[in-house]
């Protein structure tokens, strides 16, 4: 079993509040080549709120319920949370 060696984190400044279809992943520097690529992600929410991973369907998300992965799961390169007004912050690490 192999391991994988991170090279950075990214994540909110502080608690934010969405906007509708907010996608909460950023672009990357200019001069990368790839998306972001998170193999570990912590969300967390104040409010009930439907997510979009991967640009997958949607998924429900109960107030302060929460959504993570590990290094084991799949990667994601893409975070959306469907409704506004949602207070929530996030980190990752790719």
């Avoid at 079993?1 to 950023?26: D, V």
């Avoid at 992600?41 to 998924?59: D, E, W, Y």
């Avoid at 799961?73 to 409704?83: G, H, K, L, N």
């Amino acid at each position: 079993m192999g391991f994988r060696l991170g090279t950075g984190y990214i994540g909110s400044p502080s608690i934010l509040i969405s906007s509708a279809n907010e996608e909460c992943i950023p672009e990357p520097p200019s001069h990368w080549n790839k998306k972001y690529s998170l193999y570990k992600f912590t969300f967390s929410n104040s409010g009930a709120c439907s997510i979009k991973v991967n640009n997958g369907s949607p998924i429900y998300i109960a107030d302060g319920q929460g959504f993570s992965i590990e290094k084991e799961d799949a990667p994601i390169t893409s975070f959306v949370i469907v409704e506004a007004g949602v207070s929530y912050n996030w980190i990752g690490a790719f």
